[in-house]
């Protein structure tokens, strides 16, 4: 079974310029969350989409957006990039909101470098 | 909100010794999830071992095993009989049925071994 792909695994933007990153779950999973990881503040929670609904939100302001279609892919975008937006962004995919039992397997992110 | 800490940015072992990782975590509620992950050089987090807060019993996966200790919040990871493919940032992550999937990282632990 195929793993967690996430595209583009790299990606180099300007200031000010929008970006879309895509991830496609596991074969039948249906959860998708996502994560930013910088060197200074780690690993955060972005949000967590199920059956194309967004279930729960971090703390990001609104430049950070997210979908999930019906065959569970997801997307994040972020508008009107900033240098601090410079991170590995991290999908996640599970079966489904199980209160936390089930396991989330990661994909291997993208580097966005924004210049 | 839930924190979870790793004081120990990095770590060093001898190939084929033991080495422990410590990890605390602050939270009022009384079920959840521990969980500690592996991000190699290669970006993908593994999931190493994973403990339910209501089972007592330390959870073991082959060389690593946890002391969970619910008291006091702690919960650490022992790697037994040390390999070279174990160097890597490790992650120790909570959470709970009131998160849903949402991980809380801590800041991880470089862990270098030594040939």
């Known amino acids: 079974k195929a793993g967690v792909t996430q595209t583009p695994r790299y990606l180099i933007k300007t200031r000010g310029q929008q970006v879309t990153l895509s991830c496609s779950p596991i074969s039948g999973h249906r959860s998708v969350s996502w994560y930013q990881q910088t060197p200074g503040q780690g690993l955060q929670f972005l949000f967590e989409y199920f059956s194309e609904t967004q279930r729960n939100k971090g703390n990001f302001p609104g430049r950070f957006s997210g979908r999930q279609f019906s065959n569970s892919r997801s997307e994040m975008n972020v508008s009107t990039l900033e240098l601090g937006d410079s991170a590995l962004y991290l999908c996640?995919?599970?079966?489904?909101?199980?209160?936390?039992?089930?396991?989330?397997?990661f994909g291997p992110g993208t580097r966005l470098t924004v210049l | 909100a839930q924190t979870v800490t790793q004081s120990q940015p990095e770590m060093s072992v001898q190939e084929a010794e033991t080495v422990t990782l410590s990890c605390t975590y602050d939270t009022s509620e009384s079920d959840y999830y521990l969980f500690w992950y592996k991000q190699p050089p290669s970006r993908q987090m593994i999931l190493v071992i994973r403990q339910e807060a209501y089972k007592q019993q330390n959870a073991t996966e082959n060389r690593f095993s946890v002391n969970f200790q619910k008291a006091a919040k702690s919960f650490s990871l022992k790697i037994s009989d040390s390999q070279l493919g174990d160097a890597a940032m490790y992650f120790c992550?909570?959470?709970?049925?009131?998160?849903?999937?949402?991980?809380?990282f801590g800041t991880g632990t470089s862990l270098t071994v030594i040939p």
């Open positions: 996640a995919s599970s079966l489904a909101p199980d209160r936390g039992r089930n396991e989330q397997f």
């Open positions: 992550a909570y959470r709970s049925p009131n998160t849903g999937n949402q991980f809380y």
